[in-house]
């Protein structure tokens, strides 16, 4: 797909009354007016069971964007564009309704027929919902129809590959859009810029140079209202399947012959290909499982997983995941790629440190183990930046040299804050760039991998809660790197 398309669409939203909706892209779509990249060709339906009209439907809409609204600011023209139909999925006629509205607004706003369905909604809606969108006429346009899916894209391989056949009954792949919101991050679409943009970095990447690479994604918080479908899920399946996966693909991918989407995506899903799987009775020897108990957040007491709500006593869902990945090809052999992610865990961050192997003999440390090796460190959230830890003279007495670190952090760059990921996801998909979404077979592949780790943990009862809120974790994922010779990297000042 290229980029030369108008951004002129009638967005429909599915679940415009949700937390996602409201919290997310409401401020996004508004950003998006206020930079000029979306114009007077662009109309928002909102499209749920409240019995709001398009008024009241504007005044929730007021209130989500209002924090980012300047005192000065008028957003009369922006809230305009917003219309509301009242939709109740599992009703038929609800979908004839809003089709004469689609129809209507078109015109209005001269969109050329382009229509992007948003389906922010649980997801055992999807299918049904992209089903009826076909059946009642409302793909039938002169311009674009798009499928934009919120995660989770199922909750296994055959959930995922039963979900799909639904959607794709009634949409081609390239008219959907599934979404990682990661991949809509600054420093995760970074990555590849860094990596080929550099030839210091591009000739080194490889198991020549690297001797491993550590992923964090870790999170303060606690489970909170989400209790419910996160503890169907867990972290395996919540971060480790997508937004996790998704970053070790764009580290560990071959340079794509062009940025194009397809090219990009292509060389993705050979990392998939290349990942090892885990056979289920080998899944210890990679893979550590963790569940938060007490423990103190910011000098604050807090309860543990199971304390949460009744409903989790005796829980054995994971709240915390590291893993070892190993990609088996020709480039990244024998190197360990380190995943971890947890809730309640020391720090909120998001981090990809790339540990560089160090000289084979270094003159300049007395002692063997003062020696730091350079790394590449790329701060996903909160700060967004790159940090290189290099080995320069020491002006100390006794030492000939020590560590220090070149820094650039993002947001000092200009003054400006980076666009939201789903800010540019919106954008992108209105654009029909679909680089920054996951193809069907990313997604297949990486169900496949998580699924034997979650059929190897489903033979063995945990023995949860395994890790103190406040912590890095439970030692065993410590234990995970120690056994290979390393150890993680702080998240914290580096
Ligand atoms: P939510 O707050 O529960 O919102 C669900 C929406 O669906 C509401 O607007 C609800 O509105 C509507 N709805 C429910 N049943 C309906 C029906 N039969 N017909 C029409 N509308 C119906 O959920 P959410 O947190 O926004 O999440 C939406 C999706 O985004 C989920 O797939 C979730 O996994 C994903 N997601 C959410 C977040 C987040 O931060 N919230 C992050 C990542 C992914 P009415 O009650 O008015 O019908």
Redo the contacts with the bound molecule.
């Keep these: 797909m290229t980029k030369q398309q108008e951004p002129r669409a009638l967005i429909v939203i599915?679940?415009?009354?949700?937390?996602?909706?409201?919290?997310?892209l409401y401020p996004s779509i508004f950003n998006l007016c206020r930079n000029g990249q979306i114009d007077e060709n662009v109309a928002i339906i909102?499209?749920?069971?409240?019995p709001?009209n398009h008024m009241e439907f504007r005044q929730r809409v007021l209130e989500s964007i209002s924090n980012n609204l300047e005192s000065d600011e008028s957003p009369n023209a922006f809230l305009s564009r917003f219309y509301y139909q009242?939709?109740?999925?599992?009703?038929e006629a609800?979908y004839k309704e809003l089709h004469h509205l689609v129809i209507d607004l078109e015109e209005k706003y001269d969109t050329d027929g382009n229509r992007m369905f948003y389906?922010?909604?649980?997801?055992e809606?999807?299918g049904m919902i992209a089903q009826r969108i076909d059946r009642f006429g409302l793909k039938n346009s002169d311009g674009w129809t798009r499928l934009v899916?919120?995660?989770?894209f199922g909750h296994d391989l055959a959930s995922a590959q039963k979900l799909n056949n639904e959607v794709r009954e009634a949409f081609d792949e390239d008219q959907i859009y599934r979404?990682d919101?990661y991949l809509g991050k600054e420093m995760v679409q970074n990555i590849e810029v860094i990596r080929f943009a550099n030839g210091i970095f591009g000739h080194l990447w490889n198991n020549q140079f690297i001797s491993n690479i550590q992923i964090t994604s870790s999170e303060s918080l606690g489970v909170e209202e989400?209790f419910h479908?996160y503890n169907q899920s867990g972290a395996a399946r919540d971060m480790v399947q997508n937004h996790m996966l998704q970053m070790l693909a764009l580290l560990a991918m071959e340079p794509p012959i062009t940025l194009d989407t397809d090219e990009v995506r292509s060389e993705k899903i050979k990392v998939f290909r290349a990942m090892r799987r885990i056979k289920p009775d080998k899944v210890d020897e990679y893979f550590v499982r963790g569940q938060y108990d007490r423990g103190e957040i910011n000098g604050k007491q807090v309860v543990s997983y199971q304390e949460e709500h009744e409903d989790l006593k005796g829980s054995n869902t994971e709240t915390f995941v590291a893993g070892k990945i190993y990609i088996d090809n020709y480039r990244w052999a024998g190197v360990p790629f380190y995943i971890r992610t947890g809730k309640r865990m020391a720090e909120k961050a998001a981090k990809i440190v790339v540990e560089f192997k160090n000289m084979p003999m270094n003159l300049y440390y007395d002692e063997k183990d003062k020696q730091q090796p350079n790394l590449l460190v790329i701060n996903v959230q909160p700060e967004e930046g790159v940090t290189l830890h290099l080995n320069a003279k020491s002006n100390k007495p006794g030492t000939q040299a020590e560590p220090i670190k070149l820094s650039y952090l993002y947001n000092h760059k200009s003054g400006m804050r980076s666009p939201e990921a789903y800010e540019k996801l919106l954008l992108d998909c209105m654009l029909g760039d679909a680089t920054n979404f996951t193809h069907w077979d990313e997604v297949a592949l990486s169900w496949a991998f998580i699924d034997s780790v979650i059929e190897g943990w489903k033979r063995k009862k945990p023995n949860f809660p395994n890790y103190k809120a406040g912590t890095m974790g439970p030692d065993a994922a410590h234990e995970l790197l120690e056994k290979d010779g390393f150890h993680w990297w702080p998240i914290k000042d580096i």
């Design positions: 599915f679940g415009a009354t949700g937390d996602l909706a409201m919290r997310k909102g499209a749920a069971r409240k709001w009242q939709v109740d999925v599992t009703d609800s389906l922010a909604m649980a997801p809606f999807f899916i919120e995660k989770p979404i919101h989400r479908f």
